[in-house]
């Protein structure tokens, strides 16, 4: 039974997921090249059907890739209070990791 795709729940937030794409989402204290298995699948498709967990689905299995990691884009904070010459500017740059899906099964 080959999977289309699925809908999974990483740090905190939820990911559609096919095999050979990639996901990027907060950083994971692992070694680029390692493998992950991702069981909190939420919602899985084939050609045929479709399975929905009541949270997670038990038989259905995402396995990854740990490609890169790497800092995501600029967010700017700016702080101002009107006529008190108060401005406050911060940047951050967020760690991310990008997963390599290599299969759902």
Not at 55 to 60: D, E, V
């Amino acid at each position: 039974m080959k999977m289309e795709y699925a809908i999974i729940e990483a740090s905190g937030r939820q990911f559609w997921v096919e095999p050979k794409k990639f996901i990027e989402f907060n950083r994971l204290i692992l070694k680029i090249g390692s493998t992950i298995i991702i069981r909190r699948i939420l919602f899985a498709k084939t050609k045929t059907t479709t399975h929905i967990g009541q949270p997670y689905l038990q038989n259905i299995l995402v396995k990854g890739k740990i490609s890169k990691h790497f800092l995501g884009p600029k967010v700017l904070v700016f702080k101002m209070k009107p006529k008190k010459k108060y401005r406050k500017k911060i940047g951050h740059r967020q760690k991310m990791t990008r997963l390599l899906i290599n299969k759902i099964e």
